[in-house]
């Protein structure tokens, strides 16, 4: 398993590894790994992952492996071979393509020598709420049931966690417990404008809720000053921590 040093992870959703490289370097002391997504992996492909790593820097790629159990077992080698923390795949692919992903992750990781990066599965995006669930997507339930099953077919599958948004955090560590892992999107620090994300929470209110790691982009990345606002969310992640310490004493 991948250490992280910190629950706070950069989402670099600009387009060159230039613009990355600057955030990255203003941002390091303060943060435990950088998401690179669909923008920057798509303008320049894995080098954005190796100028990351000879920076020292964990990478999470999010690419949301989704395709029949083959295509992603070979995607999750190949990421796994450039050493990225953590990979995602999509929980609507079903459980034998979860398994597929874990299991080359893992493998590769055997025959090359390095750690294994964490695996888990996003399950219903942050920019959803209930009535695009129900209605334009045609799923019935609650969003909340439906990402508790995915979690626990995830868990199921042998996959490290899931990406969830803090309001199913709760639910979640009822069904798959204290060790499955939970990356938390949808954060937004008190007063910044939620954008496209519906579902959404504190940093604070998500760490209380139990998330694992807390993925934050633009209330960091497009703030006047970057380096402050990510010490302003690591200060209310540690505020919430020393409480929840204080309140087992």
Known sequence: MSLIKNPLIIALDVDTIKEASILANKLGPYVGAFKVGMQLYNCEGPEAIRILKEKNFPVF???????????????????????????????????????????????EAVKIGINC?????????????????????????????????????ANEAGLDGVVASPHEITAIRKACGNDFVIITPGVRPAGVMANDQKRIMTPGEA???????????????????????????????EEIRSQKIEAKR
Do not use: C
């Open 61 to 107: 790629i999010d690419l949301k492996l989704h395709d029949i159990p083959n295509t992603v077992a070979g995607a999750a080698r190949v990421l796994t071979r450039h050493g990225v923390s953590i990979l995602n795949v999509h929980a609507a692919g079903g459980m034998a393509m979860m398994r597929e992903a874990v299991k080359a992750a893992r493998d």
């Open 117 to 153: 990066p964490l695996v888990v599965a996003v399950t219903v995006l942050t920019s959803i709420d209930q009535q695009v669930f129900n209605n334009e997507m045609g799923v019935p339930g609650s969003i909340q049931e439906r990402v508790v099953l995915w979690a626990k077919m």
């Open 207 to 237: 760490v209380r809720q139990g998330a694992t790691y807390l993925v934050v982009g633009r209330p960091v990345t497009a703030s006047p000053d970057p380096a402050q606002a990510a010490r302003a969310i690591l200060k209310e992640i």
